[in-house]
């Protein structure tokens, strides 16, 4: 499965305002859990996870990139982080598609 539809299922799975609230989630990878069944697809699920920690450059959390890339603290805006989330999403879904992967 290409990655770019991995990432724009995920999408749907991710909330907007940093809330978690009812059945989407804050957080990209969990987002990519959610867009899979419980029991599929775990090679996928496996190679997505690990493509995205890639992009944070070893950082755990793009909170945690923010921080030791841009000195920029998260915590104190959720609603900021989580459309800076959606928007890195977004350049993700953007960059595979680009390269077909």
């Not at 770019?4 to 907007?16: G, Q, R, V």
Request: hydrophobic share 30%; charged share 35%.
């Amino acid at each position: 499965m290409k990655l770019y539809k991995i990432l724009e299922e995920a999408k749907k799975h991710l909330c907007d305002d940093g809330t978690s609230r009812g059945v989407k989630t804050s957080f990209v990878c969990y987002a990519v859990e959610r867009s899979f069944g419980p029991c599929e697809y775990n090679r996928e699920k496996t190679r997505i996870r690990k493509w995205i920690q890639k992009q944070l450059g070893g950082c755990p959390t793009l909170e945690d990139w923010l921080k030791f890339e841009h000195n920029i603290n998260g915590t104190s805006n959720p609603k900021k982080v989580q459309e800076t989330r959606l928007r890195w999403l977004e350049d993700m879904i953007q960059r595979c598609k680009k390269k077909d992967i």
